[in-house]
Nanobody
Framework: QVQLVESGGGLVQAGGSLRLSCAAS????????MGWFRQAPGKEREFVAA????????YYADSVKGRFTASRDNAKNTVYLQMNSLKPEDTAVYYC???????????????????WGQGTQVTVSS
């Protein structure tokens, strides 16, 4: 069983930065792609970023491209989301997710992911 624990959320002013972390249990973390999603109140959970197992391929939603950076440290079983130039519309609960079974969906599709963290709140004030 894989467990994912996010941390690093908080309250920040517009234009500020935060770095989210997602620590995973399990010895085979390095074999799997990881994703970041977010969900604002009253909205559906949406794709933010994804990173392949090797870390050499990353993907981003258009809304965060150029501002957010996904990275991973397989030795620490941790994936990161560096968020810069934050905007009030980035306010949401952020979730990390692990793609263990490679179901064939795009990495931007929630259906591709098999395990989810509990989420961490990010609030950006104007």
């Amino acid at each position: 069983q894989v467990q994912l624990v996010e941390s690093g959320g908080g309250l920040v002013q517009a234009g500020g930065s935060l770095r989210l972390s997602c620590a995973a249990s399990g010895r085979t973390f390095s074999s799997y792609a990881m994703g970041w999603f977010r969900q604002a109140p009253g909205k559906e959970r949406e794709f933010v970023a994804a990173i392949r197992w090797s870390g050499d391929s990353t993907y981003y939603a258009d809304s965060v491209k150029g501002r957010f950076t996904a990275s991973r440290d397989n030795a620490k079983n941790t994936v990161y989301l560096q968020m810069n130039s934050l905007k009030p519309e980035d306010t949401a609960v952020y979730y990390c997710a692990l793609d263990k079974f490679n179901s064939g969906y795009e990495l931007s599709d929630r259906s591709e992911y098999d395990y989810w963290g509990q989420g961490t709140q990010v609030t950006v004030s104007s």
